[in-house]
C-alpha cells in the first residue's frame, strides 16, 4: 500500500534533507579527527582537506600519549561505569520483580516513591551529597562515584524494567511454584532471562551519561588517582589551549572508543531505544 | 500473581526491594532532602544555625546575589525557549522522515544522526570551540564557500551570541532524543490507522498532521519535559566551553554554573554551600514546579490512543 504515497520528487526530498542532517551531525566530528592527523601547517593551512602524504603528522598524537595518564583515566571510567551498571541492573531488576509480581501493602507508594527520582536530577542533592561522601571519608574514591550513579540510574531501571516484567507469562512462574522453587529461584533462572533485551535499553540508558559526567567527578574525586576520563579530558584540554595538534589529538582520542562501540553495538542500541520502552 | 491471604509474612519481597530502595534512599533521597534543609541555615561562627528563610532573602534581595540569579534564571529560560523551538520540531521532523515506508539507508542515517548524543559535554563543547574559533578558520572558511563570510563573527565570544551559539550546540548535541522517541512512537501506529486515512485520500502532510501527530503528542509531552528537566539542570556544556564564570561578563550563565560557582567559590568569592543549597532548591522548585504544570495541566489533557 505503501507505495501509492511513494513518489519520486518526495522521496528525493526526504533524502535532501536526511543527508544535509546526517553531514550536520557527523560533520564536527570527522574536522576534528581528520585535522588531528596533520601538522600544524596543515591543520591552519588547509583545515577541511584530508590529510595528504605532505601534511600527514602524528606529532599531536605523540605529545598526549607521552604527557597524559589517559589509560589510567580510561581504567578508572570503566571500573566505575561497569560497576555501576551491575548494581543498577541488579537492584533495579530486583525492586521491579517485587513491584510488578507481588500485591502488598504500599506497592503503589513504593512505586511512586521510587518513580520520583526519574523527574528530579540526583544533582540537586550534590551539597548533602558532598557532606555525606566528606563524613564517611569516600571523597576521592571510585566508590562514592559508583554509588551515586547506582542511586542516580535506579528510578529509571525500575520503572522501565517493572514493565516489562508484567509481561512475563504468570503461567511460567506459578509451574516453577508448583516444581517448588523458591522465589529466589523464580526470579534468577525464570524471570531475569527472558527480561534480558530490555534490561540491554536500560543498560544504554544508564550507561551514557555516566561515561559522559563531568559534575560528580568534579566535585567527588577530582584526585589525580580518580579522575575519570571526561575529567581528565577536560583539564588535559585546558592545559594545552595553545597547542592544536595535541588538543585535536586528545579530543579524537576521547571520540573514538565511544564512537568505534557505538558502531559496533549501534544496532542494539537503536533496537532497544525504539522498543517501546519509553512509550 | 497474587499471593494468597493470611500467608506467613512473605521476607523474599523486602529482600528484593531492600537494595534498591536502601541506596535509592542514602544517596538520593536524603542529600535532596538535606540540601532543602541546609538552605534554612547559615554557618555563624563555624556552627549551623537556623535562620529561615534569610538565605533566599540575600539571594533575591541582595543585589550581589539577586542580579547573577535573574540573569541565571532569564538565561535558562532562553535555553529552554530555544530548545524548544529548535531541537523538537527538527527532531519531529527527522523522525517522520526516517518512519517512512520504504526509505532507503534509514538505518544509516538514524545511527549517524545519533552519534553526537553519545558525545561527552567534554568533547562537544571543545570541538565546536575550535571549529568556531576566528583563529582556525573552519568556520568562516565555511561560510565563505556560500558567500556568507562577512557574516562571521567569534559568536562565542560575543555577550549578544554566545548564549544561543551554545543553546544550538547542545541542540545539535541532543537533536537525536526526540527524533528516537518520536521515530518509536511513529512506527506503533499501526498499519491499519494509515492504510484507513489513505482509503479516505489523506495522504503526504496532511497525513502526518491529521492523522500521525495527534497520535504521537503524549510522546512529544514527554520530550518537552524531559528537554525542561534536562535545561535547567545543564551545567557541563557551559562549563566546558566557557568555564565557571560562564562568560563572556555571564552572557552564558544558568542556574547549573551559578549554583557550582556559589557552591564552590570562585576567584575571590569563597564557596557558601548553605547559599548553593539554597539556589538548589530554588531550581529543585522550578523543575517541580515544571513537572506538576507538566502532570497535572498537560498530561490530563492528552488524548491517549488505545490499539
Known amino acids: ?279 | 500473581m497474587a499471593a494468597a491471604p493470611k500467608r506467613p509474612f512473605r521476607w523474599h519481597i523486602g529482600i528484593f526491594l531492600a537494595p534498591a530502595v536502601l541506596v535509592y534512599t542514602a544517596i538520593m533521597i536524603l542529600p535532596l532532602a538535606g540540601t532543602l534543609q541546609l538552605s534554612l541555615f547559615r554557618n555563624i561562627d563555624q556552627s549551623q544555625v537556623f535562620v529561615g528563610l534569610e538565605n533566599f532573602r540575600t539571594l533575591f534581595g541582595d543585589p550581589n546575589w539577586s542580579v547573577n540569579f535573574w540573569n541565571a534564571l532569564r538565561n535558562n529560560v532562553w535555553f529552554f525557549v530555544i530548545h524548544m523551538l529548535v531541537q523538537n520540531p527538527i527532531g519531529v521532523m527527522l523522525a517522520a522522515l526516517l518512519s517512512s515506508p520504504k526509505l532507503r539507508f534509514a538505518a544509516f542515517y538514524r545511527t549517524a544522526i545519533f552519534v553526537p548524543t553519545i558525545l561527552s559535554f567534554v568533547i562537544v563543547g571543545f570541538a565546536w570551540k575550535l571549529i568556531l574559533s576566528p583563529l582556525w578558520g573552519v568556520a568562516p572558511n565555511l561560510m565563505d564557500l556560500v558567500g556568507l563570510k562577512s557574516l562571521f563573527t567569534p559568536w562565542l565570544g560575543k555577550e549578544e551570541y554566545a548564549l544561543t551559539t551554545l543553546s544550538l550546540i547542545s541542540v545539535w548535541q541532543f537533536v537525536g532524543i526526540p527524533m528516537m522517541l518520536i521515530y518509536a512512537a511513529l512506527l506503533s501506529i499501526p498499519e491499519e490507522v494509515i492504510e484507513a486515512a489513505e482509503c479516505d485520500g489523506i495522504t503526504g502532510m496532511s497525513q502526518f498532521w491529521k492523522i500521525k501527530l495527534p497520535l504521537i503528542l503524549p510522546s512529544i509531552g514527554i520530550i518537552s519535559i524531559l528537554t525542561f528537566v534536562g535545561n535547567f539542570n545543564a551545567f557541563d556544556l557551559i562549563y566546558t566551553a566557557q568555564g565557571a564564570l560562564a562568560g563572556p561578563n555571564y552572557s552564558t550563565d544558568i542556574l547549573g554554573t551559578f549554583l557550582y560557582r556559589a557552591f564552590f567559590g570562585f576567584q575571590l568569592q569563597v564557596g557558601d554551600p548553605n547559599m548553593g543549597a539554597a539556589i538548589a532548591t530554588m531550581m529543585f522548585l522550578i523543575i517541580l514546579g515544571g513537572v506538576c504544570v507538566y502532570l497535572f495541566l498537560v498530561q490530563t489533557r492528552l488524548r491517549r490512543y488505545q490499539f
Open chain 1, 1 to 279: 500500500m505503501s507505495t501509492a504515497t511513494r513518489s519520486l520528487p518526495r522521496t528525493i526530498g526526504a533524502h535532501a534533507i536526511l543527508l544535509t542532517y546526517t553531514v550536520i551531525a557527523l560533520f564536527p566530528v570527522i574536522i576534528v579527527i581528520m585535522n588531528s592527523f596533520k601538522s600544524r601547517a596543515g591543520i591552519f593551512g588547509a583545515p577541511l582537506t584530508p590529510p595528504t602524504p605532505k601534511t600527514f603528522d602524528l606529532i599531536g598524537y605523540t605529545t598526549v600519549i607521552g604527557q597524559g595518564d589517559f589509560i589510567h583515566y580510561f581504567q578508572n571510567s570503566l571500573v566505575v561505569t561497569v560497576a555501576s551498571l551491575f548494581f543498577v541492573l541488579l537492584f533495579g531488576a530486583m525492586a521491579a520483580f517485587a513491584l510488578s509480581e507481588y500485591r502488598f501493602r504500599g506497592n503503589t507508594m513504593m512505586g511512586l516513591y521510587l518513580a520520583l527520582g526519574i523527574m528530579i536530577p540526583i544533582r540537586l542533592g550534590t551539597v548533602a551529597i558532598l557532606q555525606l561522601m566528606v563524613a564517611s571519608g569516600l571523597v576521592n574514591t571510585l566508590t562514592a562515584l559508583i554509588l551515586v550513579y547506582t542511586a542516580q540510574g535506579l528510578p529509571l531501571a525500575v520503572f522501565i524494567l517493572s514493565e516489562f516484567m508484567k509481561q512475563v507469562s504468570d503461567d511460567l512462574k506459578n509451574a516453577g511454584r508448583i516444581d517448588g522453587l523458591s522465589e529466589y529461584t523464580i526470579f534468577f533462572r525464570l524471570v531475569l532471562p527472558l527480561v534480558r533485551p530490555s534490561m540491554a535499553t536500560v543498560a544504554v540508558f544508564t550507561m551514557i551519561p555516566i561515561w559522559n559526567d563531568l559534575w560528580f567527578p568534579l566535585i567527588l574525586a577530582p584526585s589525580e588517582e580518580t579522575k575519570t576520563v571526561t575529567l581528565g579530558a577536560q583539564l588535559f584540554l585546558g592545559q594545552f589551549v595553545t597547542n592544536w595538534n595535541a588538543i585535536l589529538a586528545a579530543l579524537s582520542l576521547a571520540i573514538m572508543p565511544v564512537l568505534i562501540l557505538y558502531v559496533i553495538f549501534s544496532r542494539q542500541l537503536i533496537r532497544g531505544i525504539t522498543s517501546g520502552a519509553v512509550k
